[in-house]
């Protein structure tokens, strides 16, 4: 089903609809790319439905004959598109994303200037939750090693050395590694040393810097901010690769 779009877009039109703009028209891998990087960043209502006694899940559509949880853009829409707008959640993409990969399921955002939603399938949901993940949620103490990944293109080490330039001295350390599981499935991982004074902010940090570098990357890489005194760290140090510095 292609989506349709009006002829004319105004100055509200969001970063996400011009890039799915774009996307439809060359229908290229790093302009879904875009997309999917912005889509991630964007936070999502997405309406509720009651589940059984005091639990709710998400409203789920069929679409081409996928299923797919719904969300939208904006409030606006939200109220806008649906006859009995009800009870929502506000997400960010990525999370939401990192959500329904765990359940094989699709994600259909409605935009504004679009009669159909912009429809997510369930692969572009796992990459987008394993691509734009902010951190590393595994820990040295459940079976993951750390190891030296492959020496990364120039370009992504250039790209990676200027994000972690411009947090200055709060950053005096960087490390790229591959963390494995018992599995044997591993991932990409930019270990950032961060300085105590902005500890409180390495959420924030962690997130930017990931979705700086997933712009042009040619793989996914994570983002962990462990504390410099941690295992995390000290294997990172002996067995990963320095970036910036």
């Known amino acids: 089903m292609t989506p349709e779009i009006t002829p004319q877009m105004t100055s509200r039109t969001t970063a ?17 790319q875009a997309v999917w990087q912005a889509l991630a960043g964007t936070r999502l209502v997405v309406p509720l439905e009651d589940g059984d006694g005091d639990t709710v899940r998400p409203r789920l559509v069929a679409i081409d004959g996928q299923r797919a949880v719904q969300g939208f853009e904006s409030m606006d829409l939200f109220a806008r598109l649906l ?24 994600l259909a955002v409605s935009l504004e200037h679009y009669d159909a939603p912009l429809l997510v399938g369930r692969e572009a949901v796992q990459w987008i939750a394993m691509t734009f993940r902010a951190e ?26 200027q994000t972690v330039g411009a947090l200055g001295a709060d950053c005096p350390e960087a490390w790229l590694v591959d ?33 700086a570098i997933q712009a042009g990357a040619d793989r996914p890489v994570a983002v962990a901010c462990p504390d410099r005194g941690s295992a995390l760290m000290d294997q990172a140090r002996r067995k990963g690769i320095g970036i910036g510095g």
């Open 16 to 32: 996400l609809a011009q890039l799915y703009a774009a996307a439809l028209q060359s229908d290229a891998q790093a302009d879904w």
């Open 83 to 106: 006859d009995a707008p009800g009870e929502y959640a506000e997400v960010d993409g990525a999370e939401l994303c990192e959500m329904l990969a765990a359940q094989d399921t699709g």
């Open 136 to 161: 590393v949620s595994r820990g040295m103490n459940d079976g993951v090693s750390v190891v030296t990944p492959d020496l990364p293109s120039p370009e992504l080490v250039a790209l990676m050395g």
């Open 179 to 211: 963390m494995v599981g018992r599995d044997g499935d591993g991932e990409t991982v930019l270990v950032l040393g961060l300085t105590d004074a902005v500890r409180p902010m390495e959420a924030d940090i962690a997130e930017t810097v990931t979705r």
